[in-house]
């Protein structure tokens, strides 16, 4: 079983920037890593997504604003999150892939407003 532990949330204006982080408990080499966010009264949405190779892909309304990057070494994945808008407000949580095997961290609160 490995643990995902998110960091990095807070409150923040429009316009700013906030990092985060989710550092696991073991390898995240052979994951497939994501960033998903819930909204209050929303379902849970899928923001970015790294593969083992590196391959990026975000979803629509965060592409030229969030970059998503991992560093296998230090067990960590990371969100650099620029230009934020009050619709980024959610729960920001952190998801490791391998075929069925699952794993999810708790959560961070990104919080935009002014």
């Known amino acids: 079983q490995m643990q995902l532990v998110e960091s990095g949330g807070g409150l923040v204006q429009p316009g700013g920037s906030l990092r985060l982080s989710c550092s696991a408990s073991g390898s995240i080499s052979i994951y497939v890593m994501n960033w998903y966010r819930q909204a209050p009264g929303k379902e849970r949405e899928l923001v970015a997504t790294?593969?083992?190779?590196?391959?990026?892909n975000y979803v629509d309304s965060v592409k030229g604003r969030f970059t998503i990057s991992r560093d296998n070494a230090k067990r960590t994945m990371y969100l650099q999150m620029n230009s934020l808008k009050l619709e980024d407000t959610a729960v920001y949580y952190c998801?490791?892939?391998?075929?069925?095997?699952?794993?999810w961290g708790q959560g961070t609160q990104v919080t935009v407003s002014s």
């Open positions: 790294i593969t083992p190779g590196d391959n990026r």
């Open positions: 998801n490791a892939k391998y075929g069925h095997v699952e794993y």
